[in-house]
């Protein structure tokens, strides 16, 4: 059977250009770039030529970038360890309603600690208001970290606008760029961010890589203790081979950035206008102010955990929204922000394009979809709950 | 074989020998079959040392239903019925412990999670049968399926499945029904299926420890009064749930044995009786009964029943008084505590007509 796969938000194939970068950093050019010898510098060298790779990518200095070995580790690090180096100037955060489970857990987790958390609502379309976040900051805020682009729905938020509200009232800014890092420009001097997490396997680079962005002067708590690695801020010995590989997906994201855009662009748009013909179908996020490749839908009447395993019966690999919380059946917190109720927001599907999507798959979706869900409503259980007596 | 091709089975499997065999006899068949692993709720606290698993959905036997839905090439999903679990099928079975009577929780979880919740997804993913591992057979007639006992008697599990109706049975296949256990281990074993040093699962799944520590982290134990059959307190009881009927173990009175032979709920007493015959009942009244044909038969009718699993079937006779629509059973041969809660299943021959709970 034909396997199409529409999940790139969940995770994405690396790049054949990636594996030929990594290939000699794991038995040829193997050493710790921690080692003074010659194969420890032949290594630091590649660590700090991808270093510089990833800073010139969003205008940061190279000492600003440190690597890590998730998204979730980055955005931990910068909840915890920004909260326990100002604990003593204040012990307010701010994150919005939607933001990924890694920074929502952590916020939780902080106010166990006696911490206090303002979570941010958002309209309909998951757009947060800069207003709301000049009103949220007061006098003991210490950090406002508000997801760039929704893993979920792809509505991408003024992060400009929100960065500047924090720079005006003294208050540091962290983006969660996991999802809009490699796809949408990114300035962090004309954005105003203070802080940012990316991840490598997202954009065709290996998993067990990510990086934070760190603006200079600003202190954190290392999670980690040991070696000193990256300027002491995440001790263990350097994932060379992935971060070169980090490296090399940044530099084709780079080159290809402005084309690549505007062929996922064409494509969801062909699919959205595909996929709202169907009757009781409709977008989530935003229609305008979003990531070309993440595409949301709801279905009245359908349940998304038997869309999707339905989907994959016929070979196409979509999500019902995140992958992390596709275990569990709560509907999707992201969906509950905007308003969804229960039912609507179990119905979603999230259909998210990259780098090998081929128009012949959008057609292919669009043929068969409306079939599915016409099969499901008819036994769909909100609409006529089937009961046995 | 052809004649099953394009004919798509959703099969539980649990991990274990029986479901994988089921699936992997599918498969043979021509079948296009889905395997689906099944959550149920547990009574499990991750910060606990020996954290205890659903011995029916523990991370093990989802690591083993996926190895063999891998070796048997065939799609594989987990479906998560947490929620459903704990509210349809461990609550009932606290309820009716709250109520005095004993529970059978692998019957309504087969009638309400794996006949009901699983069938539903299975009929939403254009599922022609769901199938599961369940010792039984199935024969389907013109206008109607009959489900009868399988062919291995030492295993047979149609004792769980009385309350399965004719819309449901139209839906389901039970591969394994027609082999013994040891033809199945067998052909586990000429899979290559990876089953060495599995435990066969037989209490109930949702009870890591104990059932006495479960029902006292649940229910609140009512310490009461022991008494003989003429009233005379004997002795003490720390909680009227942890006694089954019959039970002559741990009553803890001295110049026994002694049998639990009732419990007085309303009293909170605990009956016992040194005579062993004082267990013995000709009669027993039944509820909720459900007739697998859906239609009830003529009455007075003369079946074999069984008031548990691990029983024998005895002869018997089924009336009904029109009047209260209240059934009853009376044996040829008087049965050994017959427990309130329990369910009460007939058979005519091969055949399972129905059953109902013990009142």
Same mark, same amino acid.
């Given at each position: 059977?034909?396997?199409?796969?529409?999940?790139?938000?969940?995770?994405?194939?690396?790049?054949?250009?990636?594996?030929?970068?990594?290939?000699?950093?794991?038995?040829?050019?193997?050493?710790?770039?921690?080692?003074?010898?010659?194969?420890?510098?032949?290594?630091?060298?590649?660590?700090?030529?991808?270093?510089?790779?990833?800073?010139?990518?969003?205008?940061?200095?190279?000492?600003?970038?440190?690597?890590?070995?998730?998204?979730?580790?980055?955005?931990?690090?910068?909840?915890?360890?920004?909260?326990?180096?100002?604990?003593?100037?204040?012990?307010?955060?701010?994150?919005?309603?939607?933001?990924?489970?890694?920074?929502?857990?952590?916020?939780?987790?902080?106010?166990?600690?006696?911490?206090?958390?303002?979570?941010?609502?958002?309209?309909?379309?998951?757009?947060?208001?800069?207003?709301?976040?000049?009103?949220?900051?007061?006098?003991?805020?210490?950090? =406002?970290?508000?997801?760039?682009?929704?893993?979920?729905?792809?509505?991408?938020?003024?992060?400009?606008?929100?960065?500047?509200?924090?720079?005006?009232?003294?208050?540091?800014?962290?983006?969660?760029?996991?999802?809009?890092?490699?796809?949408?420009?990114?300035?962090?001097?004309?954005?105003?961010?203070?802080?940012?997490?990316?991840?490598?396997?997202?954009?065709?680079?290996?998993?067990?890589?990510?990086?934070?962005?760190?603006?200079?002067?600003?202190?954190?708590?290392?999670?980690?203790?040991?070696?000193?690695?990256?300027?002491?801020?995440?001790?263990?010995?350097?994932? =060379?081979?992935?971060?070169?590989?980090?490296? @090399?997906?940044?530099?084709?994201?780079?080159?290809?950035?402005?084309?690549?855009?505007?062929?996922?662009?064409?494509?969801?748009?062909?699919?959205?206008?595909?996929?709202?013909?169907?009757?009781?179908?409709?977008?989530?996020?935003?229609?305008?102010?979003?990531?070309?490749?993440?595409?949301?839908?709801?279905?009245?009447?359908? @349940?998304?955990?038997?869309?999707?395993?339905?989907?994959?019966?016929?070979?196409?690999?979509?999500?019902?929204?995140?992958?992390?919380?596709?275990?569990?059946?709560?509907?999707?917190?992201?969906?509950?922000?905007?308003?969804?109720?229960?039912?609507?927001?179990?119905?979603?599907?999230?259909?998210?394009?990259?780098?090998?999507?081929?128009?012949?798959?959008?057609?292919?979706?669009?043929?068969?979809?409306?079939?599915?869900?016409?099969?499901?409503?008819?036994?769909?259980?909100?609409?006529?709950?089937?009961?046995?007596? | 074989?052809?004649?099953?091709?394009?004919?798509?089975?959703?099969?539980?499997?649990?991990?274990?020998?029986?479901?994988?065999?089921?699936?992997?006899?599918?498969?043979?068949?021509?079948?296009?079959?889905?395997?689906?692993?099944?959550?149920?709720?547990?009574?499990?606290?991750?910060?606990?040392?020996?954290?205890?698993?659903?011995?029916?959905?523990?991370?093990?036997?989802?690591?083993?239903?996926?190895?063999?839905?891998?070796?048997?090439?065939?799609?594989?999903?987990?479906?998560?019925?947490?929620?459903?679990?704990?509210?349809?099928?461990?609550?009932?079975?606290?309820?009716?412990?709250?109520?005095?009577?004993?529970?059978?929780?692998?019957?309504?979880?087969?009638?309400?999670?794996?006949?009901?919740?699983?069938?539903?997804?299975?009929?939403?993913?254009?599922?022609?049968?769901?199938?599961?591992?369940?010792?039984?057979?199935?024969?389907?007639?013109?206008?109607?399926?009959?489900?009868?006992?399988?062919?291995?008697?030492?295993?047979?599990?149609?004792?769980?499945?009385?309350?399965?109706?004719?819309?449901?049975?139209?839906?389901?296949?039970?591969?394994?029904?027609?082999?013994?256990?040891?033809?199945?281990?067998?052909?586990?074993?000429?899979?290559?299926?990876?089953?060495?040093?599995?435990?066969?699962?037989?209490?109930?799944?949702?009870?890591?420890?104990?059932?006495?520590?479960?029902?006292?982290?649940?229910?609140?134990?009512?310490?009461?009064?022991?008494?003989?059959?003429?009233?005379?307190?004997?002795?003490?009881?720390?909680?009227?749930?942890?006694?089954?009927?019959?039970?002559?173990?741990?009553? #803890?009175?001295?110049? #026994?044995?002694?049998?639990?032979?009732?419990?007085?709920?309303?009293?909170?007493?605990?009956?016992?009786?040194?005579?062993?015959?004082?267990?013995?009942?000709?009669?027993?009244?039944?509820?909720?009964?459900?007739?697998?044909?859906?239609?009830?038969?003529?009455?007075?009718?003369?079946?074999?029943?069984?008031?548990?699993?691990?029983?024998?079937?005895?002869?018997?006779?089924?009336?009904?008084?029109?009047?209260?629509?209240?059934?009853?059973?009376?044996?040829?041969?008087?049965?050994?505590?017959?427990?309130? #809660?329990?369910?009460?299943?007939?058979?005519?021959?091969?055949?399972?007509?129905?059953?109902?709970?013990?009142?």
């Amino acid at each position: 059977m034909k396997k199409i796969y529409f999940d790139y938000a969940a995770t994405s194939p690396v790049d054949p250009r990636v594996i030929k970068a990594m290939l000699p950093y794991f038995s040829e050019k193997f050493g710790n770039p921690m080692s003074l010898h010659g194969f420890g510098q032949e290594a630091k060298l590649a660590l700090e030529k991808s270093r510089k790779e990833i800073a010139d990518f969003i205008g940061a200095e190279i000492k600003e970038i440190i690597f890590t070995g998730s998204a979730t580790e980055s955005n931990n690090s910068v909840l915890k360890g920004l909260a326990q180096a100002n604990k003593e100037k204040g012990r307010h955060i701010i994150i919005s309603q939607i933001e990924h489970p890694c920074v929502r857990e952590s916020a939780k987790w902080l106010e166990k600690q006696g911490y206090q958390i303002t979570r941010l609502p958002v309209d309909k379309y998951g757009l947060l208001n800069p207003r709301d976040l000049e009103n949220a900051i007061k006098k003991d805020t210490i950090l =406002v970290s508000l997801i760039h682009a929704s893993n979920e729905i792809g509505t991408i938020q003024p992060v400009k606008e929100l960065g500047a509200a924090c720079r005006q009232k003294g208050v540091l800014f962290h983006t969660d760029a996991v999802q809009s890092f490699g796809k949408i420009p990114i300035d962090v001097n004309k954005m105003n961010i203070d802080l940012l997490s990316a991840s490598s396997h997202k954009i065709y680079g290996p998993k067990g890589v990510a990086c934070l962005y760190i603006r200079k002067g600003i202190k954190i708590e290392p999670l980690l203790h040991g070696g000193g690695q990256e300027s002491g801020l995440r001790s263990s010995t350097s994932n =060379v081979p992935g971060i070169v590989g980090f490296a @090399e997906a940044v530099r084709i994201a780079k080159k290809d950035m402005k084309k690549e855009n505007l062929r996922l662009f064409r494509l969801s748009q062909k699919l959205i206008k595909g996929l709202l013909k169907i009757e009781g179908s409709h977008l989530n996020g935003h229609p305008q102010k979003k990531l070309p490749n993440i595409n949301n839908f709801w279905f009245d009447f359908i @349940e998304g955990e038997s869309l999707v395993m339905q989907l994959d019966l016929e070979g196409i690999a979509a999500s019902t929204g995140s992958a992390c919380s596709s275990v569990t059946l709560e509907p999707s917190h992201v969906l509950m922000a905007l308003g969804l109720k229960h039912q609507e927001a179990h119905g979603s599907l999230r259909i998210s394009l990259g780098r090998w999507s081929k128009e012949s798959e959008i057609n292919y979706l669009i043929r068969v979809l409306p079939q599915i869900v016409e099969n499901l409503r008819k036994i769909s259980p909100f609409k006529t709950s089937f009961k046995f007596d | 074989m052809e004649r099953n091709k394009g004919r798509k089975v959703v099969c539980a499997m649990s991990g274990g020998v029986d479901s994988s065999v089921a699936a992997a006899l599918l498969k043979k068949e021509g079948f296009d079959v889905v395997g689906v692993f099944m959550k149920f709720w547990s009574d499990e606290d991750h910060s606990a040392k020996d954290c205890d698993y659903n011995r029916c959905c523990s991370p093990e036997s989802e690591r083993r239903a996926r190895e063999v839905a891998s070796i048997l090439e065939i799609p594989f999903y987990v479906l998560n019925f947490k929620n459903e679990f704990k509210k349809r099928v461990v609550d009932y079975f606290l309820k009716t412990y709250k109520k005095g009577s004993t529970p059978n929780p692998c019957v309504v979880c087969n009638k309400e999670i794996k006949f009901g919740m699983l069938l539903e997804k299975a009929i939403k993913l254009q599922a022609d049968f769901i199938a599961t591992g369940h010792y039984a057979r199935i024969k389907r007639k013109k206008n109607e399926v009959s489900l009868l006992r399988s062919q291995d008697r030492n295993k047979d599990q149609s004792y769980f499945l009385w309350t399965l109706s004719q819309k449901q049975l139209e839906k389901v296949l039970f591969p394994i029904g027609n082999y013994l256990r040891s033809e199945v281990e067998k052909m586990a074993e000429k899979l290559k299926l990876p089953f060495e040093g599995v435990k066969k699962s037989q209490e109930v799944c949702f009870v890591p420890k104990t059932l006495e520590e479960f029902l006292s982290k649940y229910l609140k134990n009512k310490a009461g009064e022991i008494v003989d059959r003429k009233g005379k307190t004997v002795g003490r009881h720390s909680g009227l749930w942890f006694y089954t009927l019959g039970q002559r173990k741990r009553i #803890g009175l001295s110049g #026994g044995p002694y049998y639990a032979i009732d419990k007085d709920f309303r009293r909170n007493r605990l009956i016992v009786s040194s005579n062993e015959k004082d267990l013995l009942r000709e009669e027993l009244v039944f509820t909720e009964v459900n007739w697998i044909s859906g239609k009830e038969p003529d009455l007075p009718l003369e079946v074999k029943a069984k008031i548990r699993y691990r029983s024998q079937s005895a002869s018997a006779v089924i009336n009904k008084d029109q009047k209260h629509k209240v059934y009853s059973l009376r044996f040829k041969v008087a049965q050994r505590a017959v427990t309130p #809660g329990q369910s009460v299943v007939f058979y005519k021959g091969e055949e399972l007509l129905g059953g109902g709970i013990i009142l």
